[in-house]
């Protein structure tokens, strides 16, 4: 709702809207929910009551560090029905609970008979606001057939603890208590988080389970590795934590994201590069690849095919990224050239410009005669040598320009220079702190144009959305 919205006002108010999310760190939907919510926390009935606008979450309390989840801003809350089976993990459900109703969504819980062994339906009810369900035969519930409102009135089922016993009758459509026939009607998906002992978790009984809750379409997370409960004993079994269960369950509660990159090949370089100057030493640069890290991940959301050629960084895989890790410059460069063909071709790696001519084979050692020359020879420009190919070019080659003055004027040459088709420019100055830093300032020039698109000061995560939205109305063009 909101992005459509946003897509909708005019310029000027766009650019406010953006400054206010980048100064709060969040991102522009955020902020017009933001917005939204101080308004009806004002009492401001007449923005609140317009068509489009997002009614409170219903039936939550959230918290300011976590954001509602997307079906509770836009007309209602999402619904889970959380099981809670009989294992020591059922303390981390009460947390789970807790983080769920934090993000604005509705949860109903059933505590199993075993699981009523480790924690109490009071403390449930407690935390969900709402009675907690114990048992199948209870008059007070099922005078309606209370068991199939719990499987369908509910936009996911998770079951957490998942213990071994739960997953084996859920495997045989077993249904002799309430939580069992609630799963055993489920018309909605189904969530797992397993938590055993490794001996039960690795026993062919609950293999066989696992593989045919799997192949019955029922989801899983976890469970991790770590400590067990019994003294001394790791292995697989954990349950995973309630912030990884949160996160599956919203990924399995939002809708399906727009993907207007599906089919579309991007090979995206990110990082510094590292060029030896002996077996120990290198020469780098200050580039965190932060930037293009982001490009990727936003790339790998929208649907595309990414395929991330990275310096030496400090940054996990991006999910869904596949991932090349080079070194130096020329590694860099023959990597990117095995990647072609692609449909698009984004260089946002600081890729250096000398290599030390003669690297040591050994460790260069203090001597009488003082430090070593060092003599550089010039590394192959990836950039250019991409975008003059003659065959197998990428149809649109970006390139990246950190410059510290003239920006806009060096750019303009480069792009000339290299004979790419765009150039995202950014100011690289210390003063400005892109360099390692979570916010880029950019200018978009492209090859057809004189003009100059100037972004306002914004996160990584934000530049690399909006540099993904343009470069898939490019492939759409
Ligand atoms: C102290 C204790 C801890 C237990 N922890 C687990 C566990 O982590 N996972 C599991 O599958 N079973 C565990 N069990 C066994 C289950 O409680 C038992 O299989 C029970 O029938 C499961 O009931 P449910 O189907 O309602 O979950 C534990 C039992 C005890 C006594």
């Not at 988080?193 to 593989?211: D, G, H, Q």
């Not at 000398?354 to 084979?361: D, F």
């Not at 144009?449 to 996160?459: K, T």
């Amino acid at each position: 709702m909101a992005s459509l919205t946003v897509r909708k006002l005019e310029e000027a108010l766009k650019a406010e809207l953006r400054l206010r999310a980048a100064r709060h760190g969040r991102s522009v939907e955020d902020e017009v929910r933001s917005i939204l919510r101080d308004a009806v926390a004002a009492g401001d009935s007449h923005d609140v009551s317009a068509p489009g606008a997002a009614p409170p979450p219903v039936d939550a309390t959230p918290s300011p560090t976590a954001a509602p989840h997307p079906a509770a801003s836009s007309g209602g809350s999402a619904r889970v029905t959380l099981i809670i089976g009989g294992g020591i993990a059922a303390y981390k459900s009460l947390d789970l609970i807790r983080r769920l109703k934090e993000r604005g969504v509705a949860v109903r819980c059933i505590l199993t008979r075993a699981g009523a062994e480790f924690i109490t339906p009071l403390s449930v009810s407690a935390l969900a606001h709402a009675p907690c369900f114990t048992d199948l035969f209870d008059p007070r519930s099922e005078f309606d057939v209370g068991h199939i409102r719990l499987a369908r009135d509910c936009d996911l089922l998770v079951v957490a603890p998942a213990t071994a016993d739960l997953m084996a009758k859920m495997a045989n459509g077993l249904a002799d208590d309430l939580a069992s026939a609630t799963l055993l009607a489920a018309g909605r998906p189904i969530l797992l988080a397993p938590a055993m002992n490794p001996l039960m978790w690795s026993n062919p009984a609950t293999k066989r389970n696992v593989a045919r809750l799997t192949a019955d379409g029922r989801h899983f997370v976890g469970p991790n590795r770590g400590e067990m409960a019994e003294a001394g004993e790791a292995g697989t079994g954990r349950m995973a934590e309630p912030l990884e269960i949160v996160a599956a369950a919203l990924s399995l509660l939002a809708p399906p994201a727009p993907r207007p990159l599906a089919g579309t090949r991007i090979l995206i370089t990110a990082g510094p590069t590292h060029e030896p100057i002996d077996p120990v030493r290198y020469i780098a640069n200050r580039s965190s690849g932060k930037q293009g890290y982001a490009i990727a991940a936003a790339a790998a959301a929208a649907g595309a095919a990414v395929t991330l050629v990275s310096g030496p960084v400090a940054l996990a895989d991006p999910a869904g990224v596949s991932v090349i890790r080079v070194e130096s410059a020329r590694d860099m460069l023959a990597a990117v050239e095995a990647q072609l063909p692609a449909d698009v071709a984004i260089f946002a790696a600081a890729v250096a410009d000398w290599r030390v001519a003669q690297a040591g084979t050994q460790k260069l050692k203090k001597t009488a005669a003082g430090p070593p020359t060092l003599a550089f020879a010039e590394n192959p420009d990836i950039l250019a040598t991409i975008s003059q190919r003659t065959s197998g070019r990428p149809p649109l080659v970006i390139g990246f320009a950190a410059e510290t003055e003239h920006l806009i004027d060096n750019a303009r040459a480069k792009l000339k220079r290299k004979g790419c088709d765009w150039l995202v420019a950014n100011d690289v100055s210390p003063a400005t702190g892109v360099m390692g830093g979570d916010r880029n300032t950019v200018h978009l020039l492209k090859r057809d144009s004189d003009a100059v698109e100037s972004w306002p000061v914004m996160g990584k995560d934000e530049v690399a959305a909006t540099l993904v939205a343009r470069i898939a109305e490019a492939v759409k063009g």
